[in-house]
């Protein structure tokens, strides 16, 4: 069965952290770049980060970089996603992707991931006082 799995997310108070896990299981990850996305309540879906198929580059929003780092293990069939510092903003529903590669605008910030075939269930994040 394919299955990809978001953990990780929880109630964490401002400037906190958490570390989300994407796991993939009846499938491979390592040829595939894997992105993040968030989808607060009310609001549309905002990619947050992407890492191609090799690890070699990773890409943020501009809302997130320098607080998150994306970061992948193949033996694992595994993505993680390391969020610090974290603001009330943060708070969404994380949900990790499966494509073809990362895309970025003109200026190097991440937007989405191409050809998608696979998604997780998300995880919740919540940041509050």
């Known amino acids: 069965q394919l299955q990809l799995v978001e953990s990780g997310g929880g109630l964490v108070r401002p400037g906190g952290s958490l570390r989300l896990s994407c796991v993939a299981s009846g499938f491979t990850l390592n040829s595939n770049a894997i992105g993040w996305f968030r989808q607060a309540p009310g609001k549309g879906r905002e990619g947050v980060s992407c890492i191609s198929s090799s690890g070699a580059r990773a890409m943020y929003a501009s809302s997130v970089k320098g607080r998150f780092t994306i970061s992948r293990d193949n033996a694992k069939n595994a993505v993680y996603l390391q969020m610090d510092s974290l603001k009330p903003e943060d708070t969404a529903v994380y949900y990790c992707?499966?494509?073809?590669?990362?895309?970025?605008?003109?200026?190097?910030?991440?937007?989405?991931?191409?050809?998608?075939?696979?998604w997780g269930q998300g995880t919740q994040v919540t940041v509050s006082s």
């Open positions: 992707e499966v494509g073809n590669n990362c895309v970025t605008d003109v200026m190097g910030t991440y937007t989405t991931v191409t050809g998608v075939r696979y």
